[in-house]
């Protein structure tokens, strides 16, 4: 890559995607919502979810990182442009839902989301450690682990960076899925956030978690546009369905949007400046405001 052409501030949400959710196309215009301060804001896909040097490391002087997601995200646009306009799966060719299914599971694990999530866990793995062991805790084993470094920005940094090595086991096994297209036909448009793929999943797990891609009953949930969203789940417990639904109750809206509020770290994105919901839902549930709330526990 020439020195000239290097990305200054990489986007942890794709902009080809966030495209989808204008409500002024010529200038690529959505409305934001930042969760912080109840603010809401319009603004370029341009201009929103990026970091400067988010996925550099020293030795990435090529970029390709960067280089990688935009050869996904130039193969992703024309089969999500063709998913958008004749809201049906079937019209998808193997390598099509292949390509989206790559969009997919690269867009959920890019995220500054999945980042903080990585250095909450680290962070609370550690203060276990020295919990447990305290002063007694072996120097060499320290050393050998890096055990002192968990939970910092560049360990952080360094473990997410990593995760990208799993991308392909993940297609495989999102592909194994089956796959629904929810068509919204109410006034409510779906969001999108700055973590816009959710995992659900209805039945509980208290001891080993239940949001594993291979856990009964998960349910990956993305929003694709303001009128349609794709969910792979686990037919094989939930049971067969349909490939594609249209509803027209806004509960299913309302619910699909609490899941980007809940998991979203601190914007969500709209077409419509209307986010009263999301306001409610974090007046009753304050902690969901926290970019630096607990995201998992460790025991």
């Known amino acids: 890559m020439n020195m000239g052409n290097r990305v200054k501030s990489e986007h942890y ?53 960067e280089q990688a997601f935009g050869c996904i995200e130039s193969m992703f646009k024309p089969a999500c442009e063709k998913l958008i306009m004749y809201s049906d799966l079937s019209t998808l060719t193997p390598e099509e839902k292949a390509v989206i299914a790559s969009f997919v599971v690269t867009q959920e694990l890019r995220t500054l989301e999945h980042r903080t999530t990585i250095k909450d866990m680290m962070g609370q793995a550690k203060n276990r450690l020295y919990k447990q062991f305290g002063m007694t805790m072996p120097e060499d084993f320290k050393l050998k682990y890096g055990i002192d470094k968990w939970g910092t920005e560049n360990d952080a940094k360094i473990m997410h960076l990593n995760t990208f090595t799993e991308i392909p086991t993940y297609v495989e096994i999102l592909l194994k899925l089956n796959w629904l297209l929810v068509c919204n036909r109410t006034p409510l448009p779906f969001w999108t956030s700055d973590a816009p793929v959710n995992r659900y999943n209805s039945i509980k797990n208290e001891l080993m978690g239940n949001l594993g891609l291979l856990c009964k009953g998960i349910e990956i949930h993305f929003p694709i546009s303001p009128k349609l969203l794709l969910c792979c789940y686990d037919g094989k417990t939930l049971g067969e369905l349909e490939e594609k639904t249209e509803i027209a109750d806004m509960n299913v809206v309302y619910f699909e949007n609490s899941l980007q509020v ?38």
């Not at 949400?13 to 809401?40: A, E, H, M, W």
């Not at 009263?276 to 995201?295: G, V």
Request: glycine residues 4%; proline residues 4%.
């Open 262 to 299: 809940v998991s979203s770290t601190r914007y969500l994105i709209s077409n419509k400046n209307d986010f009263s919901f999301a306001t409610k839902i974090l007046k009753e549930k304050p902690s969901f405001r926290d970019p630096n709330r607990r995201r998992v526990i460790v025991h």
């Open 13 to 65: 949400v794709s902009r080809c995607y966030l495209k989808n959710f204008v409500f002024r196309p010529k200038k690529g215009s959505v409305y934001c919502f930042d969760k912080n301060g109840y603010k809401t804001f319009p603004v370029t896909v341009e201009n929103i979810l990026k970091e400067k040097g988010f996925y550099e490391t020293t030795q990435d002087e090529e970029q390709i990182l």
